[in-house]
């Protein structure tokens, strides 16, 4: 189909989505060099700071007081493991609830959309006392990850995806002699690759910014995720540092660096995929 739009909407599509990209950087611009700044400047004008006034120091000050790389691991220990129970068990609830018949599929799927309109800071108290009393297990990773580990919402999304696979192409693996499992592994899941993508930067934005839950589990410096050393830091410490402004940025700009980074790497992925292609007519 050929581009019907004139020169002057062309133009004016390149100034518009230029505009709503300079207002989406900014922040994430101006938290840099905030986090860079040796005296804050909280004015327009710092957006544009004198190269005299730059410096790392806040970056150093900061991680004098929680330990950055102590608080990064926690945070990626905590995350990983979430991730990893998020899209095994979505694969494989996705896949029962699509794909497989038995009794009490159609109640299991109406429970998981229930799970969607009951806010998590409802369920704190119960969790808490279950994972930290009855369990016993309190500042510890496992008690962390456990109440993140099946996410309703991977389990949805997998769903819909698996339904869109032609039947066609179980069918005929069934023919073959493939069991579930291997037509698990080697037909749906190379199908819906867009999903898993999706499922795990969606899981992981959850658990990397998370601080209530860890913070009532745990209360040692040693075992917290980033996000709750950042919190403590915020409310109890960072007034006392040199620059509180730059210290308080220079910690966001570490807690959003690898989500950025997660994003740009695997943000290709996110096409569609033509599941159809593998049958005839």
């Known amino acids: 189909m050929r581009n019907t739009m004139s020169k ?10 230029a505009l709503g990209a300079f207002v989406f950087l900014f922040p994430f611009y101006y938290m840099i060099v905030g986090s860079l700044q040796e005296s804050p400047d909280p004015t327009v004008g710092g957006a544009f700071p004198n190269p005299g006034n730059l410096t790392g120091e806040n970056y150093a000050d900061i991680n004098a007081r929680i330990n950055l790389f102590q608080g990064l691991l ?3 220990i905590f995350t990983g493991a979430v991730i990893l129970g998020t899209v095994v068990f979505g694969i494989l609830v996705g896949y029962a609830l699509a794909q497989l018949q038995w009794r009490g599929r159609g109640v299991t799927f109406s429970i998981a959309l229930l799970v969607q309109i009951v806010p998590f800071q409802l ?4 969790l808490y006392v279950l994972i930290a009393r009855d369990y016993g297990l309190a500042d510890s990773y496992l008690g962390m990850i456990l109440p993140f580990a099946i996410n309703s919402t991977a389990v949805i999304i997998f769903r819909q995806y698996f339904l869109q696979i032609p039947k066609e192409l179980f069918d005929a693996a069934r023919i073959d002699g493939a069991t579930e499992l291997k037509l698990l592994t080697s037909v749906a899941l190379p199908l819906v690759r867009p999903a898993l993508v999706t499922v795990m930067l969606l899981t992981f934005i959850g658990p990397w910014n998370e601080f209530l839950w860890p913070f009532l589990i745990t209360k040692e410096a040693d075992l917290q995720p980033l996000a709750v050393s950042l919190a403590n830091y915020i409310s109890n410490v960072a007034a006392t540092a040199a620059n509180p402004f730059g210290a308080v940025l220079a910690g966001a700009c570490v807690l959003a660096a690898p989500a950025v980074l997660l994003f740009i790497a695997f943000q290709r992925y996110f096409i569609s995929t033509d599941i159809g292609s593998g049958v005839k007519g």
């Not at 909407?9 to 390149?14: A, D, F, I, P, V």
Request: aromatic share 0%; proline share 6%.
């Open 74 to 76: 926690n945070s990626g």
């Open 8 to 17: 002057g909407q062309r133009t004016l599509r390149g100034v518009v989505l």
């Open 123 to 126: 369920l704190l108290i119960p």
